[in-house]
């Protein structure tokens, strides 16, 4: 299906209601239009006599477009750096990087029939098998995280569309951009223009390839909303006009980091040599004829390194003096003879401690705890009250990076449903509340943690178990001391009561042979066994 207005293809597919008589509710009259988050940006489209006129402009010189690409390109080239690379690395293990299966849907909140539900595990299984997700997990949240957006073309066949997507084809963000048009119509009542509906499709340009018609033209093709997944980092410039990445707030840093660099480098390529000084007896020679002496020695003996910002190599350069080379004076008639001297190179060399400042801002702009960063600091595999709160906050910065990202996969999954006739797209929305994906945690300090919490809690229980029933109550200390919902607490019984019906726990047990107890002792030794058996009933 081809749309030539705007002078665009239109390719894709659209999601329409079940009911193909009933037509698209509109939207409701308001002055606001809906709010931006993910950057598409807005295009006024008003109604002039009975006809919609519009203008789009995709000019590689447009500088809405000019600016989105640059960015990007900036933070691709800001993650081929060092100490950009090994933080990105740190995140990109700690989201997504596993042996066992990384992602998995959660549908337990959903209600909905069991059959269901096995239909959207089978879907998502799909997904993921179209991706090749366990393999490229890492290439594709590194991409998500560094340009700070994902795109991806659903490939549908349109003469069979009830078979769903059969394939997922990765668009780089250069060259796609979303478009979201904006309906006013002028309200006769009150001569004000108010917001009747959106329109949104994607605009791709194969910029990068410079792909042009015959006719020499751009050539860009329009998709359907529907037809392309894009998922964002949610992050919005300060005018919430543009999406910008993750490692946005981290250019500035490099940027100034690289400079000390470079100024620490070339101070001590300057200061590093001793010099020497050449004090050159002219005798009575004019002033021209001096100079000129002195210039031919100069130009006899001179080696000059100069240094290259850009590339940091070092280079000989004979045209010029510079402050690395020796010196030569002219000494006048009546002074003492030709004489040289030696100039101290400089005796501060070893001081960098601007350039750690640097590299200190540059990681906490990345997130990343200082201890991953340094070669010196040794991980400790102790308690979790050992562990920095650095490394607390870095976890919950990566959960919050995971579920931006799995966004991707729910919108995939609904797209999917709704081709194959599984849901309508009004169901839809009405589960994807209740569907949630779930990271494999390769964080250490999660378990570790958990692992503590269980301990101490079965420990403040031991202390207490012997006031229970006289004291305490026994939901009293499941509630405050286990810290279960009432919801566990039924789920607990009901387990402990199938464990004692199908005989895996046994409450009487054999105890071991003991002496015959004293005549006297017996009945002291019942009533003890009595508390016994009642406290563990309790507890």
């Known amino acids: 299906m081809a749309d030539e207005r705007d002078g665009l293809n239109l390719f894709g597919f659209n999601l329409t209601r079940n009911n193909n008589k009933k037509k698209e509710e509109k939207e409701l009259p308001s002055i606001v239009a809906p709010n931006d988050d993910d950057g598409a940006g807005y295009v006024t489209v008003t109604s002039g006599g009975g006809a919609y006129n519009h203008t789009l402009s995709f000019d590689q010189d447009s500088k809405t477009v000019k600016d989105d690409k640059a960015l990007i390109m900036q933070y ?21 990087s596993s042996d066992q299966e990384v992602v998995q849907m959660n549908v337990d909140k959903l209600d909905i029939s069991n059959s269901i539900k096995k239909k959207l595990q089978t879907e998502f299984d799909g997904i993921m098998t179209m991706l090749d997700f366990h393999n490229n997990a890492g290439d594709m949240f590194r991409r998500f995280y560094i340009d700070g957006r994902l795109y991806h073309h659903l490939v549908v066949d349109p003469k069979r569309e009830k078979l769903g997507i059969q394939e997922m084809r990765y668009i780089d963000s250069v060259n796609i951009r979303k478009v979201r048009e904006v309906l006013k119509e002028r309200d ?37 909303e529907p037809s392309v997944s894009y998922v964002t980092s949610g992050i919005m410039d300060s005018a919430r006009a543009r999406v910008i990445g993750h490692l946005d707030k981290a250019l500035k840093p490099l940027n100034q980091l690289r400079m000390m660099e470079d100024a ?31 210039k031919d020695l100069m130009a006899k003996y001179r080696n000059k390194m100069t240094y290259d910002v850009t590339t940091g190599n070092l280079s000989n350069n004979a045209r010029s003096m510079s402050m690395l080379e020796d010196f030569w004076l002219p000494r006048r008639e ?10 101290p190179g400089g005796t501060n060399l070893g001081e960098i401690d601007d350039i750690i400042y640097f590299q200190k801002r540059l990681y906490k702009a990345l997130n990343v705890p200082m201890s991953r960063l340094e070669q010196e600091a040794q991980f400790s595999l102790g308690r979790s009250s050992e562990l920095t709160r650095d490394e607390q906050f870095f976890q919950k910065f990566v959960n919050s990076v995971r579920n931006r990202f799995g966004k991707m996969f729910v919108e995939v999954l609904g797209t999917q449903c709704i081709l194959k006739n599984i849901c309508t797209k009004e169901e839809w929305e009405e589960w994807k509340t209740s569907i949630f994906i779930e990271f494999l945690n390769d964080n250490y300090f999660t378990e570790l943690k958990n ?29 405050e001391i286990l810290m279960m919902s009432d919801d566990d607490i039924t789920a607990m019984n009901k387990q402990m009561k199938a464990e004692l019906s199908s005989g895996i726990v046994n409450v009487d047990t054999d105890a071991p042979d003991e002496a015959p107890a004293a005549e006297g002792e017996e009945e002291s030794k019942i009533d003890v066994t009595k508390t016994q058996n009642e406290m563990n009933r309790l507890v």
């Open 76 to 96: 691709r080239e800001a993650a081929m750096h060092p100490e950009l690379d090994q933080a990105i690395n740190h995140i990109v293990n700690e989201a997504v």
């Open 188 to 224: 006769p009542a009150t001569d004000v223009e108010v917001v009747v509906g959106i329109k949104e499709y994607y605009i791709y340009e194969p910029s990068a390839t410079n792909t042009r018609s015959i006719s020499g033209a751009k050539t860009a093709v329009k998709l359907s």
């Open 264 to 294: 620490q480098v070339i101070y001590r390529l300057a200061r590093a040599p001793e010099r020497r000084i050449f004090y050159v007896d002219t005798g009575t020679m004019p002033t021209g004829k001096a100079e000129e002496y002195m």
């Open 334 to 343: 009546g002074g003492r003879g030709t004489e040289i001297s030696t100039l």
């Open 451 to 479: 692992a503590e919490i269980v301990g101490d809690r079965i420990e403040r229980l031991d202390r207490v178990a012997s006031y229970v029933g006289e004291y305490f109550s026994r939901e009293w200390v499941m509630k």
